[in-house]
């Protein structure tokens, strides 16, 4: 009997989980270990720690075994890094990655492949990774152990696009490190899987694309703008923008950029170029613009407060739907909905909140309960459930304002019914 390869998985979040449940599918023995005995326990029970229907399914249907003891280290041939990669402020928080690295280190074996999926800027798996990993274990990589870093492109939400048929990159610190990644990669994703020169290449494939996606949207959130003064429909004009068949992407302005990728990512690169002599000015300005949209929203808010005539000397009563990053799913990381509730606050506001897919104690029962007889209704996540609430809805219950966090409604069927609308841009 073949023996089955096994596969460990550390960190069991919007990239492991799906990973390992795929490693499994494919044959593999897996080993989720996670330091959150919480979720290891739920998982071992087949319970899905993150609210995402086909998760919720696999894990019920294809429990993988998960722990928290790092010792389980030795049993596997492969193990895959698959940490959050935070910033503290603007800074990288590269401690998980380093715990990680010092935990494999401890039970580390001749022959494993170390994998790094966590997104980083250049420089982190030779400067950092590698080097802990040696010292501690005594093994020398590329002889004793090998290693590679495949950055992971998991999209939260997308039913079209998954961890079994997005095509990766893959870079080694040797070439058999290479090969041997790209024949685990291969086995297991049905997509194409590109070899990169090197290991700072595929750290660098990464972060440029959550920096062209992060430039692009900063784009539009300027155009939104400037747009809006102009009394021009931003969204229209880049879904005209959108019938050139090529060299156009459409981004839409919002209420910000929230998320684990986007709003961080730039960041990293910025700190390594900057130790490296290269100050990213655009990457900044990018920056600036995209973590001040939640202000925008909230100066948009305040415009049609004043325009209705709302603000009299007691604090306008103001909802806001969605704490996600993005609809319908339950991620709150870097989510714009918290900054504008603060800022809400800050200016004096009494403001409710309501999200269904996020455990928040300040939620609302339902939806009813957040807008009713509210001034004003700020839909900073589209969920799908809120991309239902009619105007009707709305005039029923005494709101005033939408404020389209994320340009998601019929701007005219609310004004008909003399609700004002703002839009990001429209
Ligand atoms: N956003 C806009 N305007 C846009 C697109 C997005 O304001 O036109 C906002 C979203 O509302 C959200 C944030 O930006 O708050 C990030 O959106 P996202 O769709 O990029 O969501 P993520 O961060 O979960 O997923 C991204 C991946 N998304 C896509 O490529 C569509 C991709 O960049 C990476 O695979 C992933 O991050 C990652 O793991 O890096």
Redesign the pocket.
């Known amino acids: 009997m073949k023996h089955k390869k096994v596969v460990a998985i550390i960190g069991l979040g919007?990239?492991g989980l799906p990973l390992a449940l795929l490693a499994k599918q494919k044959g593999y023995e897996v080993i989720g270990i996670d330091k959150d005995s919480q979720k290891v326990k739920k998982i071992n029970s087949g319970i899905s720690p993150i609210y995402d229907k086909k998760l919720i399914m696999q894990v019920k249907n294809h429990s993988i075994y998960a722990t928290t003891k790092f010792s389980e280290l030795v049993n596997a041939d492969i193990i895959v890094i698959c940490v959050p990669t935070p910033v503290k402020g603007k800074t990288p928080d590269l401690n998980p990655v380093k715990n990680a690295s010092i935990q494999i280190a401890k039970h580390l074996k001749k022959g494993q492949l170390v994998l790094l999926e966590s997104?980083v800027n250049p420089g982190v798996c030779e400067e950092i990774v590698i080097p802990i990993l040696e010292k501690q274990s005594k093994l020398i990589c590329g002889k004793d152990f090998h290693f590679a870093h495949c950055p992971?492109?998991?999209?939260?939400?997308?039913t079209k696009w998954h961890v079994g048929n997005?095509p990766r990159v893959v870079g080694g610190y040797s070439v058999k490190c290479l090969s041997l990644a790209y024949k685990f990669y291969s086995s297991i994703i049905d997509a194409p899987i590109k070899k990169m020169e090197s290991v700072k290449e595929a750290e660098s494939v990464?972060i440029v694309?959550?920096c062209f996606?992060d430039v692009?949207?900063a784009f539009?959130?300027e155009l939104a703008q400037s747009f809006s003064k102009l009394g021009i429909d931003v969204v229209n004009v880049i879904q005209g923008a959108a019938t050139k068949p090529f060299a156009f992407m459409?981004?839409?302005?919002?209420?910000?950029?929230?998320?684990?990728?986007?709003?961080v990512?730039p960041y990293y690169l910025i700190f390594y170029a900057k130790k490296h002599g290269f100050k990213h000015k655009l990457l900044k300005e990018v920056r600036r613009i995209?973590s001040q949209?939640p202000h925008y929203t909230v100066d948009r808010t305040y415009e049609a407060l004043n325009e209705a005539k709302v603000i009299n000397g007691s604090p306008p009563k103001i909802a806001v739907l969605g704490l996600s990053?993005?609809k319908n799913?339950d991620?709150t990381r870097?989510?714009?909905s918290y900054e504008i509730i603060k800022l809400l606050k800050q200016k004096g506001a009494e403001v409710r909140i309501y999200d269904p897919y996020v455990k928040d104690k300040n939620n609302a029962k339902n939806l009813s309960e957040a807008i009713d007889n509210a001034d004003a209704v700020i839909v900073a996540?589209a969920h799908s459930k809120f991309r239902k609430i009619t105007p009707q809805t709305l005039k029923k219950a005494g709101v005033k304002i939408l404020v389209d966090g994320?340009n998601a409604f019929d701007k005219k069927a609310f004004s008909s019914l003399g609700i004002l609308y703002k839009g990001i841009g429209r």
């Open positions: 919007y990239v997104t992971e492109r998991i999209n939260p939400g997308d997005i990464k694309e959550n996606r692009n949207i539009v959130n459409p981004h839409f302005p919002s209420r910000g950029v929230g998320g684990h990728c986007i709003p990512d995209n949209m990053y993005k799913i991620d870097e989510s714009p996540t994320e």
